[in-house]
């Protein structure tokens, strides 16, 4: 049995192509789906970078535990389990640092093993940086609700940033949801925000959600500030989680958006960054128009 199980996974490795390549700006792919979803009047809302379930705890680890990025720890996949016992309580999950099945998961798909943990009917992963047995590196998203779209956009730079944009609702009135995950640097990361700017700009609901590396202020002087989103409100530092005193992953809305009870969970110490959630109001515009033209759409 174990013989054949290495067997398939070799025989899997065989095939899946190894490497990153540079990729222009703007490049993307589009999945839409058959079934359109409309979420009750509140979405519950988590973004949350997981680090590959490597789970982090102190500084210190970044340095003695940094072969944990290169080969599974014993605990790697029952931190995904605890994970999904986290994310199950939200409508709508923005994840990044996913790790879509290499040697430092145990070759397990994280996204999809927390989609069956915590029951999402609806999952896309955005694979980001393949380095093939050496990681699968991804954004992810999990839904309880069905989007009519969404899409992978690959950010300007170096290869590894992302951004998925999600679309619930009906094109007519969308709410438009953004998972993303930016560099590090300030020069890079105002492009990458320039180019996320220029996707959201036709959209009068727009909420974006992830790790931008970032405080809030430097946010304020970026190119995202033309569309004028509200951050979250509330004292939000999720990094590091064991000693949090910077608020870098964000949940940014537009303004006609009503957002409430966002808080941080500091008791999530399962990352070395902290889960961030709220609740967010579908407006009135988004359901009219969702009831108004429900279409199925066709592949």
């Known amino acids: 049995m174990l013989l054949e199980r290495a067997r398939t996974a070799y025989q899997s490795w065989k095939t ?12 993307r792919r589009t999945r839409r789906v058959r079934e359109v979803t409309l979420p009750d009047d509140t979405l519950r809302l988590l973004s949350f970078n997981i680090q590959a379930g490597i789970g982090t705890s102190r500084f210190r680890e970044y340095f003695t535990g940094s072969w944990k990025h290169l080969v599974a720890h014993p605990r790697s996949v029952e931190t995904i389990e605890q994970i999904a016992d986290v994310v199950r ?19 397990v798909n994280q996204l999809v093993h927390l989609a069956s943990l915590a029951d999402f009917p609806f999952w896309h992963q955005q694979l980001n940086r393949n380095l093939g047995r050496l990681g699968q590196f991804s954004n992810g998203f999990l839904s309880r609700l069905t989007p009519y779209s969404v899409e992978d956009h690959i950010l300007p730079g170096l290869p590894g940033r992302g951004v998925i944009l999600v679309k619930f609702g009906h094109p007519v009135e969308p709410l438009v949801l953004a998972v993303v995950h930016l ?18 700009s036709p959209f009068r609901y ?20 033309e569309l004028g989103l509200r951050a979250v409100e509330g004292d939000l530092n999720t990094f590091p989680s064991w000693a949090p005193d910077r608020h ?24 070395d960054h902290l889960p961030l959630a709220t609740e967010i109001r579908i407006p009135d515009a988004v359901r009219a128009a969702t009831l108004e033209h429900r279409l199925p759409l066709i592949d």
């Open 248 to 271: 870098i992953d964000h949940i940014l809305a537009s303004p006609e958006l009503e957002v409430s009870h966002s808080r941080v969970l500091t008791d999530c110490l399962l990352s």
């Open 89 to 107: 309580h939200f409508d709508v999950v923005g994840l990044q640092e996913v790790d879509g099945g290499s040697l430092r998961s145990r070759n």
């Open 16 to 27: 899946r192509p190894a490497g990153f390549s540079f990729a222009r700006e703007g490049h």
């Open 183 to 200: 560099a590090l640097g300030e020069k890079m990361r105002n492009t990458q925000l320039a180019y996320i700017t220029r996707l959201l």
């Open 206 to 225: 727009a909420v974006v959600v992830g790790d931008f590396n970032c405080r809030l202020e430097h946010l304020g002087s970026s190119p995202l500030a």
